[in-house]
């Protein structure tokens, strides 16, 4: 029975980077609403704080939900959530991060994993095509939060990849709460220690990227090493189009959170959605986030639509916009 | 308001006046439906019981605290007094029972405090050599000038403290038991010092439970009991009188310990022969 | 020393009420009257926190009714004893004027210790428990022994500490970074599932006012009897109808979706434990002393390093039993408990329930009214869909509302004299 | 320690005994030598100027501070005070010129600070009544025993602070200016008090810069000068002697004031006819 | 009132040295000495956290020799800047005994503000700065208003700011998330590159001395005109001395580097210029008076209620340029800056340089030294590779060892009777 009135919830980990709000939640509001006018859809973020994702998850079902999109702040203890809404009957879709010791009813998303091998892959890819010894430096890898579970993830990507790379990684460093000063600190701090050794910095988002660039640009490195971030906010692609930033991720989410709007509905009318694969026992459905340099740039984001060239190119950037073909 | 404190004050002129003072704390009527005058060139002493009040009034005369009910005329035109600061421009210097001192900042910080010389560079020299003057005027023996007040003496503070508020050049001058920590040296420099600000056309208003001060300096004493006003005397009143209006009764504990004292010595004669 | 001892009270008026001065009322309408000058005069303990807390209530309420709704209303309880049992740990001590960061780290840690010692090591679940709060009690000591040795200020020792001991958890957490505690096992269902019978907390309810009416009695027949003022027993018998009546109905309420959760029912078990201590035991007392002037109370012969010892080790025990609850509210022990904004809600929620962050002023009840306006808070605006932007906006807004209440009804008690 | 402090004191016994006693406050030296007795059934007084050293020679008796050198004999040992609980329990009581009451306790909290009634379940009622009692002896006027020292009066803290150390029962009790802020009635109280504890046969040691009240009680006085001792004199000493013995000149503020006094009397009595 | 001044004190003494009870020492031997007794006694401003800190440094140093390398300390000093000038704010509440916690989202939003004004709506930088700083001076006035109005504890207040002005800032950074300031403008410039030329740095290290030799010399010889003692000449020339060579060495080592940071030089001279305002000043003097005893200050007539604004504003104030500057030396406003630890390094930093939590009782150096250390060891640890759980644990041991030395020494401060 399709279902016309039911009240779904979104519940988002962090702040981390502004994607779930301007990008995972509008795409999913948009599906839902196309899906399903009468239902009702519940926003909530936890700031990254998992007693405050389970308050939020309780008085969602206080509200009635029938279905929770669900991104865990903490992997390993969103466990009790799902089982606590199964127990009422309450579909749960893990959204991003998967839930591997409960199995939810259906798990969309990027893998975070994968995320930290194609930046790392993509900038050793780069250093091997300009021919950088590997016995001439190393690279410095720079990752999130260490109390934060997602961070853990991109870190284990981003070692699967450099381990066997050939390219050693001359020292790294979890970032407390992601915080960029705190980066480009640390980074400072390895330029003093290594100066011309560093061949290029795997960083675990844009703003610890970012941070790690004004470290090179405050010691007057110049050209700065090649360096990877994720999550292609504004800030990181006008970055690229400078030629400061190596290359970014561009995650779809909209298509991602539309897929889990699909899903959720789906869920809730009796239906059994189509899964892929399965992953920690859960139907899963996942997305390969595009990598983002300065060659595909055009391609991938103006071209996708997901951020337009006005946004991308004013003044300073003008010039690069230019050279990369996306104004002319 | 500027009017007011301005002009020189006339000798004998009623400088202030309070009708129908009271003060409540909470259930605590501290002060009930008080009557006062203090004119130029007259130090009034006020005197009572512990609690009875007084310390009350002179923080309603210096702004501190806030009257429930009743007014008070400085100079012929009633005034309120929201904060203390009103008070200090009004020309009311006032020397509290608990001092009132920041224990934090020397000796010659404390006595400038407010009303430092020279405020956009302080003048650390002049000020330094004034608070000496001062501190000799009033016979205090105090070490240094650049420590901090916590490490004085209880005199050496109340000194300190009394020093503060001849600073400036009142019109008024409140003394709450002014004399209670000094030694017998300082307790006579601050009634000499009483005589002389008397002589120069100020109002006093001076707190003792001393008789003998009060006796010694006072013009008009006031008596208050349990919040209310019991009686005004003249100096030349016996101590016997004062004490039964200060305690409300002809017996009591002080007329008891002499005829006591007195029994005592009587009988220790008797055996000694 | 009392050889002569003159009573100048007759014996109609009670030793108390010698004083002219002081306004006194007798009866019910006396004790009503006394409640309204104390209202007028500001001198109202935790009624204006309690008023501001009525008015969050409403708003929210207003916005989206499932917020008074008793299963809504039994998960604010379950949130509200991890961080509440933390911040009784804070109000001992700010009681004695010092304060302490590293009650988050160390509530993370002691959720880690269980998680490895329970879960990985297999130890027995009391023992782990008891091993985590001992090590709490260890930190505790340790900040006690800084202070009172080398007389390091607690700001910055715990300070040290927070990032000492969060270093600590992630090491013990090491690589897994995360432990799932067993569902079904008693913790981790005390900590999500459990309530308590309705019987029981029906009968608990009636308890307060129960012993409030012995000892109110009793106080009364003892003051009596020794010539002193006592307090109307009509009042008396008010207030406790008032109180029972009261409690019995939230319960009622509560009753209607889950109950009152045992963990909640611990949290006020210890509130009302802290309470007796601080108010009525000598150790309260020195407590208080020992807060508000430190040298009057080493003067009094009061061993002031016992205090604060005793203070800082409580503080960091409840922050590890804290640690345990959530532990178990989350079924794990994960890398990021603790951190975030756990130390400043639980340090927040003290000073919202009244206790002053110098020393000497303050109540156990103060950590629960606290908590319960933090989470009221938080709960309030889950229930409303609102960006990450507004919702900081508005939670800034109306914490400072639901003080403004309580600094109101403080400044009129400074103007009145009593501050 | 118990055996000292526990058995009775004879009459006489020479309970206190300071020799050579110094203290240095950084580069103040506040006490130099300090010689002093106090025997049981005696009242000695302890007399000189501000900052001559009083208040710092009773905080070194009371274990609040640690003498720079010399030694203390307590009924016949020698003993230290690292603190001032070890003070109290050998029996020495104080009541300290700054008073050290908690501003936030209640008058019943302060009055039996570190001694409460019960201590795993305070027993108020017995405390309340106790404390009236103790108060009552004092004629202090205090409206509620159940209100925060902080709402008190100078003179009712200070009976409270007296009241506080008479509750225990102790072998030598420190008054430091005991009576500096209290009425006349109350002071009263306080001298018979000082009496009837001699003849419990109590040593007290009492500091007050006033001389007359000194005399009424004291069996010796002994002076403070800069720190340093400056004499011992009978209660028969005239006011003369001693105030030359504090002020360290013949010719000093007290003097000169007396003369001032008399000259300006003879003069208004030759204008006046 | 002086009409009768009795100076018992013969002209041959002075003034202030009549007292027989003082030691007194004269000429340069009498400084030294007086020097090694303020060390015996405890009185020692802020040496001991300077000890701790050369204990740091030579730890770091011997684990990694770069610490010490110019280029590293130029990068120290870059980094000490921005959070220093915050601490410095906090210096001022702190002095009047209150306290803002929001200090770190007052950057952020001020940053955040530098970036939508500057880069997207195109404003002069220099308009967009001063409007970040008057809505910074704003929030303080707010502050100010909700404590001497309404006596809300500024514990509550500034905790509501704290989130309300991150909300204010995530709503304006809005959907970008986060802005680059562009690379070669003078601000970035400001916060990552510029150096003082080496002679000026040079001159300027020249200044404090030659300043202190002036009024120094003036001092003495208007105490001397009016009898009071003065300090010996020597001993001046003596420290004066040392004081030049010590700085022009560190200055004549940095500039081996790049040279000391403008932003740097920014900080310090703010930090002199507050030290001036608080130690010779009558604002500064009613600062530390209200601090320490508010009635005292408020009978004393001074205007309370301006000066609570006066340490609130301030400190905002000085909370913006810090975002600002910080937002400099990133090149970047984005959604974290000034979340995490800029609150707690910022109260910490003055807290470890010497300022009390309780009021009446620190100086402007503290921010400066405060900083120094909490970014040295910062910055000694990035050297050193180290899992993170190890890094917080050494992180706190570390920040506790470099107090150690002060509190030790302020103890003995203690038992000397200077507490
Ligand atoms: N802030 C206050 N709050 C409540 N009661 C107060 C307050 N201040 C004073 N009182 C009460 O008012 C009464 C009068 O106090 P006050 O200090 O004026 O007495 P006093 O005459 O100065 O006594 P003393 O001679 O002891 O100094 C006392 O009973 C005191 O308890
Ligand atoms: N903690 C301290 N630090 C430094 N100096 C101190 C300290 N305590 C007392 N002094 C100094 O020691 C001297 C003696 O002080 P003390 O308090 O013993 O005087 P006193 O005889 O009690 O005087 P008063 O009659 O004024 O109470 C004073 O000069 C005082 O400045
Ligand atoms: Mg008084
Ligand atoms: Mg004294």
Redesign the interface.
């Known amino acids: 029975a399709p279902v016309t009135d039911a009240t779904v919830a979104f519940l988002m980990p962090d702040q981390a980077s502004t994607r779930y709000e301007q990008h995972d939640y509008p795409g999913f509001a948009a599906e839902m609403k196309k899906l399903c006018p009468g239902c009702k859809v519940i926003y909530q973020n936890a700031d990254a704080d998992a007693s405050r994702q389970q308050q939020q998850f309780n008085s969602v079902i206080s509200q009635g939900a029938k279905a929770i999109v669900l991104d865990p702040v903490d992997s390993t203890a969103a466990a009790s959530l799902v089982k606590l809404a199964q127990s009422q009957g309450v579909k749960v879709i893990a959204y991003d991060r998967p839930i591997p010791t409960a199995p939810a009813d259906f798990y969309v998303s990027f893998n975070n994993e994968g995320i930290g091998k194609a930046i790392a892959d993509s900038l050793v890819e780069h250093l091997k095509a300009l021919k950088v010894d590997p016995a001439s430096g190393g690279l410095l890898q720079i990752n999130g939060s260490p109390t934060d579970a997602a961070a853990g993830l991109i870190k284990k990507g981003i070692h699967s990849s450099l381990d066997n790379s050939g390219y050693k990684i001359l020292a790294e460093f979890d970032t407390p709460e992601w915080a960029p000063p705190k980066a480009q600190q640390w980074a400072s701090g390895q330029i003093t220690r290594f100066s011309t050794q560093i061949v290029g910095v795997v960083a675990a988002n844009d703003g610890t990227g970012g941070g790690a660039i004004a470290a090179f640009k405050a010691a007057g490195v110049d050209p700065v090493p090649p360096v990877t971030g994720n999550d292609a906010t504004i800030a990181a692609l006008q970055l690229i189009i400078a030629g400061d930033q190596y290359n970014t991720i561009s995650k779809p989410s909209e298509i991602v959170a539309a897929a889990a709007a699909n899903v959720a509905v789906q869920l809730l009318s009796g239906e059994t959605p189509k899964a892929e694969m399965t992953l920690y026992d859960t139907p899963s459905q996942l997305f390969t986030p595009a990598v983002v340099t300065q060659e595909n740039l055009k391609a991938e984001i103006i071209d996708k639509k997901i951020n337009t060239a006005e946004e991308l190119c004013v003044d300073r950037y003008a010039e690069g916009c230019k050279k990369l073909g996306i104004t002319n | 308001m500027s009017d007011i404190s301005d002009g020189p004050v006339s000798a004998g002129e009623l400088v202030l006046s309070l009708r129908g003072i009271s003060k409540n704390f909470g259930a605590v009527s501290a002060l009930t439906d008080i009557d006062l005058d203090v004119h130029a060139g007259e130090v009034v002493a006020l005197v009572g019981d512990n609690g009875a009040g007084k310390s009350t009034l002179v923080k309603i005369l210096a702004g501190v605290h806030q009257p429930s009910s009743g007014t008070i005329d400085f100079r012929g035109k009633q005034v309120t007094m929201p904060d203390p600061s009103a008070a200090l421009t009004l020309g009311i210097a006032t020397v509290f029972q608990d001092l009132a001192l920041c224990e934090n900042l020397d000796v010659v910080a404390n006595i400038f405090l407010g009303k430092e010389l020279n405020p956009l560079r302080l003048d650390e020299v002049a000020m330094e050599i004034r608070a000496w003057t001062l501190l000799n005027e009033l016979s205090a023996r105090i070490p240094s000038v650049r420590e901090a007040v916590a490490s004085l003496s209880g005199g050496q503070r109340q000194t300190v403290a009394i020093a503060r508020s001849l600073l400036l050049d009142p019109k008024v001058i409140l003394l709450d038991e002014p004399t209670a920590a000094l030694g017998v040296a300082q307790t006579a420099e601050v009634l000499n010092l009483i005589d002389r600000v008397r002589e120069r056309g100020l109002g006093v208003l001076m707190i003792s439970h001393n008789m003998e001060d009060v006796r010694a300096v006072a013009d008009r004493i006031v008596v208050l009991r349990l919040g209310r006003n019991n009686g005004v005397f003249e100096p030349d009143a016996s101590n016997q009188e004062l004490v039964s209006a200060i305690t409300g009764a002809a017996n009591n504990a002080v007329s008891r310990r002499a005829e006591r004292r007195k029994a005592a010595q009587a009988q220790s004669q008797e055996q000694r022969p | 020393?009392?050889?002569?001892?003159?009573?100048?009270?007759s014996a109609s008026t009670a030793?108390?009420r010698s004083?002219?001065?002081?306004?006194?009322q007798a009866g019910v309408g006396g004790a009503i009257s006394a409640f309204f000058?104390r209202v007028r005069?500001g001198?109202l303990g935790s009624l204006p926190v309690i008023v501001g807390l009525v008015i969050i209530w409403s708003v929210f309420t207003a916005l989206?009714p499932?917020f008074v709704?008793s299963?809504?209303l039994v998960?604010l309880l379950?949130?509200c004893s991890?961080v509440g049992v933390i911040a009784l740990g804070i109000v001992c001590v700010l009681m004695v004027g010092e304060i302490d960061?590293s009650v988050g780290s160390i509530s993370g840690f002691a959720s880690a210790m269980v998680g490895t010692l329970w879960v990985n090591q297999g130890w027995p679940v009391a023992l782990a428990i008891v091993a985590a709060l001992a090590v709490g009690g260890f930190i505790g000591a340790l900040y006690a022994l800084?202070f009172n040795r080398?007389?390091?200020?607690s700001?910055?020792?715990t300070?040290?500490?927070?990032?000492?001991?969060?270093?600590?958890?992630?090491?013990i957490l090491g690589s897994t970074?995360?432990?799932?505690l067993p569902?079904g096992s008693n913790l981790?269902n005390f900590g999500?599932l459990l309530v308590m019978p309705d019987w029981l907390s029906y009968a608990l309810a009636a308890v307060p006012g129960i012993v409030m009416l012995i000892t109110g009695l009793r106080?009364v027949s003892?003051?009596r009897a020794?010539n002193?003022s006592a307090p109307s027993v009509g009042g008396l018998i008010v207030r406790v109808a008032a109180l029972t009546i009261l409690l019995e109905l939230i319960v009622g309420y509560l009753n209607q979706a889950r109950g009152i959760p045992w963990m909640f029912g611990l949290f006020v078990g210890l509130v009302v434990a802290m309470n007796y201590a601080l108010t009525?035991?000598?150790?309260g007392?020195?407590m208080?002393?020992v807060?508000?002037?430190r040298?009057?109370?080493?003067?009094?012969?009061?061993?002031v390093r016992s205090i604060y010892l005793s203070a800082f080790v409580m503080c960091s025990m409840f922050a590890a039993l804290g640690g345990v609850l959530?532990a178990a509210?989350?079924?794990?022990a994960?890398?990021?408990?603790g951190?975030?904004?756990v130390n400043?809600n639980a340090?927040?929620a003290a000073?919202?329930g009244g206790t002053s962050?110098?020393g000497?002023?303050g109540s156990a009840y103060s950590a629960l009214l606290g908590i319960i306006v933090i989470?009221s808070i938080?709960?309030g605006l889950?229930?409303l869909?609102l960006?990450?932007?507004?919702?900081?906006?508005?939670?800034?807004?109306v914490?400072?509302i639901a003080?403004?209440v309580d600094?109101?009804a403080?400044?009129s008690r400074?103007?009145?004299?009593?501050?």
């Open positions: 020393m009392s050889s002569e001892p003159k009573q100048d009270t030793l108390d004083d002219v001065r002081v306004k006194h000058d005069s001198d989206n499932v709704s299963s809504n998960n379950f949130d991890t960061l800084l080398l007389g390091m200020p700001f910055v020792s300070l040290a500490g927070l990032l000492a001991v969060l270093g600590l958890q992630l090491y970074g995360s432990i799932n569902y981790v999500q106080t003892r003051r020794v002193l009525r035991t000598q150790w007392r020195s208080t002393a807060g508000g002037n040298e009057a109370a080493r003067r009094a012969g009061i061993k959530s509210r989350l079924a794990s994960s890398q990021q408990a951190t975030g904004d400043l340090i927040a000073v919202i962050l110098f000497g002023r989470q938080a709960s889950t229930l869909d960006s990450s932007s507004l919702r900081y906006m508005i939670t800034g807004a914490l400072a003080v403004i600094s109101l403080r400044r400074v103007s009145h004299g009593r501050a």
